[in-house]
């Protein structure tokens, strides 16, 4: 049930493009995006519901496939403070809350 | 205002003993989550409120964890005769609502309490 997260962990240049998908074996109704930086808690980035609309957030983007049932975050032109452990979160359900997070990218942006 | 406040923010117990960790959501929020997560690990998805019932309690690792939500505000998490595997930080996020069709609403976490079982 829970999404799977590729790859487990990616080492960046600044300005370098990074791409994380989240895959899932149910039928996906939505998909969240949270980073978490080291000792904090998560913090929202985006949510993607039914349709394969494209979201952006800064030079943070993501897109939603309904028939591959998967998700993928686009963080173009990389920074220092994209640095992080990013998760993606999926509903089970179309009336439920369950939100099941996967296992998290690990994301460093090195100068 | 205020985010989504969690007390302790650190606890450390004696195997065996009771624990009580407490969440107050975004006021307005219906909806609320516990998580836990273990060092370096993902969040494990525990049991979520939509007002003050819990629709699914399957994510509860074993009968000694409960958790109950009053006045469609505060919630409390207790763990009976604590173990060392239940070390970990344990976190609640509140949101809007959960509507049919998905939650579309972002979830707010607070900062967690980290629970050590010595």
């Known amino acids: 049930q829970q999404p799977v997260q590729s790859p487990q962990a990616v080492i960046l240049r600044e300005g370098e493009d990074a791409v994380i998908n989240c895959s899932s074996s149910?039928?996906?109704?939505?998909v969240h995006w949270y980073r978490q930086k080291h000792g904090e808690a998560p913090v929202f980035l985006m949510i993607?519901?039914?349709?394969?609309e494209q979201k952006g957030h800064e030079k943070i983007s993501a897109s939603f496939n309904e028939k591959k049932q998967q998700s993928s975050l686009y963080l173009t032109a990389s920074q220092l403070s994209y640095s992080g452990t990013y998760f993606c979160?999926?509903?089970?359900?179309?009336?439920?809350?369950?939100?099941?997070f996967g296992q998290g990218t690990t994301l460093q942006v090195k100068p | 205002g205020a985010g989504v406040s969690q007390s302790p923010s650190n606890k450390v117990t004696e195997k065996g003993k009771d624990v009580e960790l407490r969440c107050d959501p975004i006021?307005?929020?219906?909806?609320l989550y516990w998580y836990r997560q273990s060092l370096g690990q993902g969040l494990e998805f525990l049991i979520y409120?939509?007002?003050?019932?819990?629709?699914?309690k399957s994510g509860l690792p074993s009968d000694r964890f409960s958790a109950e939500r009053t006045g469609g505000s505060v919630s409390t998490l207790t763990i009976q005769r604590t173990q060392q595997e239940d070390s970990a930080v344990y976190l609640c996020?509140?949101?809007?609502?959960?509507?049919?069709?998905?939650?579309?609403?972002?979830?707010?976490f607070g900062n967690g309490t980290r629970l050590t079982v010595t």
């Open positions: 006021s307005g929020h219906t909806a």
């Open positions: 409120f939509q007002g003050n019932s819990a629709p699914d």
């Open positions: 979160g999926t509903l089970l359900g179309s009336n439920t809350g369950k939100l099941i």
């Open positions: 149910k039928a996906l109704y939505s």
């Open positions: 996020a509140s949101s809007l609502a959960i509507r049919r069709g998905g939650t579309n609403s972002p979830l707010h």
């Open positions: 993607l519901l039914k349709g394969g």
